[in-house]
């Protein structure tokens, strides 16, 4: 399945333009014109779940490749919105399921630290950073899992779901 989502994603990449990355698990979505409307102009969909959590070392953060960014692109992150709070079901002192969005000259300049674990203290909506970055080198956009509360691990968590709303912006 999870190899398929890749495939898939990869043949659209294409179409967009947009590069793939081998460790891309993450679903991305171009939004519909109609769709675009309900989501404040957002053009992609970029959904996260706990299957895409799969970092093995203690006490680790896990960088998340969303898209491939070239010279003379830009990228919005306009909102996220959190669909069902992240979670370790076996372990309720496990506060910790917090992401960054940015890329790899600043990893939350477009979406500071914000909670998503139902053990802590979950944001269910936030606002990205009121950046539009247009890119003069390559780079990615990048979601960072940051790392868990002390001796445990990101791959534990088992349920979750957020969605990102994007807006890219192409003057190649």
Not at 67 to 76: L, N, P, R, S, T
Not at 125 to 153: C, E, H, S
Request: avoid cysteine; proline fraction near 2%; charge should be negative.
């Amino acid at each position: 399945m999870q190899k398929s989502r890749l495939l898939i994603f990869a043949a659209f990449a294409a179409l967009l333009g947009l590069a793939a990355t081998a460790a891309q698990a993450v679903v991305v979505t171009r939004l519909t014109a109609q769709e675009a409307a309900l989501h404040k102009g957002s053009t992609h969909l970029v959904v996260l779940t706990a299957a895409d959590i799969t970092e093995t070392t203690v006490n680790t953060a896990q960088v998340i490749p969303v898209f491939a960014i070239d010279d003379k692109m830009g990228v919005e992150l306009v909102y996220m919105k959190l669909v069902t709070p992240f979670e370790d079901a076996s372990d309720a002192t496990s506060i910790i399921t917090a992401i960054e969005v940015g890329d790899g000259a600043d990893p939350n300049h477009l979406l500071a630290s914000t909670e998503l674990n139902v053990n802590g203290t979950e944001i269910d909506a936030a606002f990205g950073i009121d950046i539009r970055q247009m890119y003069t080198t390559a780079d990615n956009v990048d979601v960072t899992v940051l790392a868990p509360t002390t001796g445990d691990f990101l791959y534990l968590i088992d349920t979750g779901e957020v969605h990102l709303y994007f807006t890219l912006y192409d003057a190649r």
